[in-house]
């Protein structure tokens, strides 16, 4: 079983849109969690983190629920520049240790 | 601030022949990793360095691969023989040793060398 699975995608959306990506992770002992950003081609960046208290920053809306082992990310009023691939990424324990990361979501907004 | 950088940004190599990519991390982290996208597949983890020691190494697919962090600073990632499964995008990340928000200490991503195996 994979260690964190997210809906494949593609989205298509249009300007202005909301939409909502939705991730789950297998191992109960992650302890930090983080949606990242993949522009083609480029590298990963970290978009946000994900607290357990979900998290708001500006159009972006993060929330965990560890009961559930699910996270997931809301986008209000896409912008053509949100186009790219969204990446679930958990880590367990050690603030330290690796990433774990979903195969990623790949988000268009047409105009 | 100079972000992590990474050399080659492509590689073609022919199966059997050996390979080395570098990752220069950001100036005053410890940690180094490394990670690799195969076509159609998650980001994987392969080895993470604190300063010249590997902490774990635990995603190294086989001994054809090598790290090496000499002096603590940059690494290098030496395949060899190549295989054609060895294609995909290396990346390498880096972190500080001690993070400002211990929970959600970041790790920053060079552009990633794109290794192609033919």
């Known amino acids: 079983r994979k260690e964190v699975e997210q809906d494949p995608g593609p989205f298509n959306v249009p300007e202005g849109a909301t939409v909502a990506f939705n991730c789950t992770y297998s191992?109960?002992?992650?302890?930090?969690f983080f949606w990242y950003r993949q522009d083609c081609r480029k590298e990963p960046k970290l978009l946000m983190s994900?607290?357990?208290s979900g998290n708001e920053d500006g159009r972006f809306t993060a929330q965990l629920n560890r009961a559930s082992q699910y996270i997931s990310l809301l986008i209000r009023d896409s912008k053509l520049s949100d186009s790219a691939t969204y990446l679930c990424?958990?880590?367990?324990?050690?603030?330290?240790?690796?990433?774990?990361f979903g195969r990623g979501t790949q988000l268009t907004v047409w105009p | 601030e100079a972000g992590v950088t990474q050399f080659p940004s492509h590689s073609v190599i022919e199966k059997g022949q050996t390979v080395t990519l570098r990752c220069d991390p950001i100036?005053?982290?410890?940690?180094l990793y490394w990670y690799r996208r195969v076509m159609g597949k998650e980001i994987k983890f392969l080895l993470h360095?604190?300063?010249?020691?590997?902490?774990?190494e635990s995603g190294m697919p086989n001994n054809r691969f090598l790290a090496e962090r000499t002096g603590g600073t940059y690494s290098t990632l030496k395949v060899q023989p190549a295989e054609l499964e060895d294609s995909g995008v290396y990346f390498c990340?880096?972190?500080?040793?001690?993070?400002?928000?211990?929970?959600?200490?970041?790790?920053?991503f060079g552009p990633g060398t794109r290794l192609t195996v033919l």
């Open positions: 990424v958990v880590r367990r324990g050690s603030t330290l240790g690796r990433l774990y």
């Open positions: 100036s005053g982290h410890d940690n």
């Open positions: 191992n109960s002992a992650s302890q930090s």
């Open positions: 990340a880096s972190s500080p040793q001690v993070p400002l928000d211990f929970s959600y200490n970041e790790q920053f």
């Open positions: 360095f604190v300063k010249e020691s590997k902490q774990d």
């Open positions: 994900v607290y357990s």
